[in-house]
């Protein structure tokens, strides 16, 4: 079992929609990220998160330490937003698979 | 602008030869990465290191070496490529503490 899970595997909006992806832990963790993977391989770092909730613009993090279970949330999402979102956790950046995001105009 | 450069981008080359894949960056940060990614599939850490002279072998580390003599530098070299090795290689770094990653724009590898 992966140590870091992430739901959903694939998921398709459409534009303005909510999303939420989560990320789900079976280790003890000094931080979690949240990255950004566009088609083409760069990887932008969007969040580090040891507590609470931060926001960026039209993203949103949270973390829950206790249930070891984090989320990252789009507000209006707009075809941009297309990207694979990656959970990561620890120094040495155990991944999660990663979730695909398509969203359509 | 990027401030962690990787090269080549893309390379092509054939089995058996010895390959250098480079990682630059000028942040001055202490820990470096390198990940293996194949397309559409999860990255797997290969090798990090905390600071000049620290290495340490991550998941997938028995098939390529890296070395940190400088801060800034971190070149992880594939003895003997084998097409096994074709993949997507990335670099990454960070400052001590919770800080963010970054990651550099990566190294297409074909090894024919």
């Known amino acids: 079992k992966n140590e870091v899970e992430q739901s959903p595997q694939n998921l398709t909006a459409q534009e303005g929609e909510f999303i939420t992806i989560n990320c789900s832990y079976s280790v003890g963790i000094s931080a979690l990220h949240w990255l950004q993977q566009h088609p083409g391989g760069g990887i932008v770092s969007l969040f580090m998160l040891s507590s609470g909730k931060k926001k960026h613009g039209r993203l949103i993090a949270t973390i829950n330490i206790q249930e070891k279970h984090s989320s990252l949330h789009i507000t209006a999402s707009h075809p941009r937003d297309s990207a694979v979102y990656i959970c990561?956790?620890?120094?040495?950046?155990?991944f999660g698979a990663g979730t695909r995001l398509t969203v359509k105009p | 602008e990027a401030d962690i450069y990787q090269t080549p981008r893309y390379l092509v080359i054939g089995t058996g030869k010895k390959i250098t894949l480079e990682c630059s960056q000028t942040?001055?940060?202490?820990?470096m990465y390198w990940y293996q990614q194949d397309p559409g599939m999860e990255l797997h850490l290969i090798h990090y290191s905390y600071g000049v002279n620290s290495t340490e072998k991550g998941d997938l580390s028995s098939e390529s070496t890296v070395s940190r003599i400088r801060t800034e530098h971190f070149p992880l070299t594939l003895e003997s490529a084998r097409p096994s090795h074709t993949s997507q290689y990335l670099c990454?770094?960070?400052?001590?503490?919770?800080?963010?990653?970054?990651f550099g724009s990566g190294t297409r590898l074909t090894v024919v």
């Open positions: 942040m001055g940060h202490d820990k």
């Open positions: 990454a770094s960070k400052r001590e503490g919770n800080y963010g990653y970054t």
């Open positions: 990561a956790v620890n120094n040495d950046m155990r």
